[in-house]
């Protein structure tokens, strides 16, 4: 399991727990002096005759901590912790010696630095100090007692506070011990809830992919569905004619012609669908460009949606204009288009215009039909594909033209006609043929 760092900061969190630290002590060590202060204040014999001595000490001390604490709010150090621990220790016992010894009140002060010792150094190395601790105070008990106090009874005082900072050493290594297996603990937690978090997230989106792949497989058999109607009904209305010897020497060549375009047609669906099923990509196939001319794309495009002649009204800018494309998802865009307008637009004509012009290929389908309906403006439902101000009537035929024109990376626009109608407008950037 790989837990990100950037979710575990340790180092930055470390810090800041240290820092936090220094600014507490810090609070505490000036409270300590100022209770001193204010000691000193109301009972001046607290200094044994030492009053000058006590003050300046007092003085030195408050100057020491206030210069810590500014350090420490500039997010500056002026020297080790343990070191720093080991100054408010020796300060401590020059304070207990000049104070009374053995009846000194600093000596309820001595605590306060055998915790500090236990928390920066740790569990031997705070025992230590805390002992080193007593043992200094037990000097001072001895140096520093009234004379009327009996050695004995200063070494016992001395013994009994140094047994007394040992326990509180151990006892607060204990419960740092006991915070750190729970905070190791409570780490654990969290990155195992963290790696179950990602695991959900990560087979939820294995289940999305896998039921975008299932619809992606869906939007396929549809649009073979749709794709292969038109020309197999084409293909069984012409049969049906040539069987039944309905038609003229004409009308016969122009039925071979347009069966012979629907079979090229459908071979070209049929090589799209093997691509799919080797690729397990796109169902539009592969692209397989090829040089065109745009008149007979036009009359394949208005025989393949089944135009009569009498409402055909196709035109091709500049006049022999060829271009190299992909024929089959083109006539497939087309068709739909021209499909679309012969079957709103009634009777009327349907015009179908191409043009090339600066390697781009711009095709406008227009009809007389009943345009777009109100209340469906501005709709876009696919990358690439800008519709007009309104969505038109089209259902699974545009959504296929959508597909198409935004696998060629072109631009598709759906707008109302003047006088009514809809006007088709394609635009693809095409190679030069």
Not at 227 to 241: C, H, I, M, Q
Not at 396 to 422: H, K, N, Q, Y
Not at 423 to 430: D, G, K, M, Y
Request: one cysteine or more.
């Amino acid at each position: 399991m790989t837990v990100d760092a950037d979710l575990f900061p340790a180092d930055l969190g470390h810090e800041e727990g240290r820092a936090e630290e220094e600014r507490t002590a810090s609070i505490i060590r000036l409270l300590v002096v100022g209770a001193v202060a204010s000691a000193l204040v109301i009972a001046p014999d607290l200094a044994r005759g030492r009053t000058v001595e006590a003050w300046l000490l007092v003085i030195v001390t408050v100057t020491y901590a206030v210069v810590l604490l500014d350090l420490q709010r500039r997010g500056r150090r002026l020297a080790p912790p343990w070191l720093i621990t080991a100054v408010d220790g020796l300060v401590l016992l020059v304070a207990c010696a000049w104070t009374g010894g053995a009846d000194s009140i600093m000596v309820a002060a001595l605590p306060l630095v055998a915790i500090a010792a236990a928390v920066r150094g740790g569990a031997v190395p705070g025992r230590l100090g805390a002992l080193a601790l007593g043992a200094g105070f037990t000097v001072a008990s001895v140096l520093g007692s009234d004379p009327y106090v009996p050695v004995a009874e200063r070494l016992l005082i001395g013994a009994w506070w140094t047994g007394f900072l040992v326990a509180t050493a151990v006892l607060v290594g204990v419960l740092v011990r006991m915070l750190e297996r729970q905070l190791d603990a409570a780490a654990v937690s969290r990155a195992r809830a963290l790696a179950e978090h990602e695991k959900f997230l990560s087979e939820r989106e294995l289940r999305a992919q896998l039921l975008a792949a299932q619809q992606a497989r869906l939007d396929g058999v549809r649009v073979v569905l749709h794709e292969f109607r038109t020309p197999v009904a084409s293909l069984t209305a012409l049969t049906a004619d040539l069987a039944a010897d309905r038609l003229s020497e004409p009308s016969r060549r122009a039925a071979v012609a347009l069966l012979a375009e629907h079979a090229v047609h459908l071979r070209d669906m049929l090589d799209g669908l093997a691509d799919l099923a080797v690729q397990d990509g796109s169902p539009l196939g592969r692209v397989r460009p090829r040089r065109v001319a745009l008149a007979d794309l036009a009359d394949a495009v208005l025989d393949a949606a089944g135009v009569e002649a009498a409402r055909r009204c196709p035109s091709v800018t500049p006049d022999g204009a060829a271009v190299r494309c992909d024929p089959q998802r083109l006539r497939r865009v087309l068709t739909n288009l021209v499909e679309n307008a012969a079957r709103h637009s009634g009777s009327a004509p349907v015009e179908l215009d191409l043009g090339y012009h600066d390697e781009r290929l711009v095709v406008e389908v227009r009809d007389r039909g009943p345009g777009l309906p109100a209340g469906q403006q501005g709709l876009v439902t696919a990358k690439g594909v800008a519709l007009g101000e309104r969505r038109g009537t089209a259902g699974l035929g545009l959504w296929i033209v959508e597909a198409l024109v935004t696998a060629m990376e072109g631009e598709l626009s759906l707008l109302p006609r003047d006088g009514g109608g809809l006007v088709a407008r394609l635009e693809l950037p095409l190679p030069p043929g």
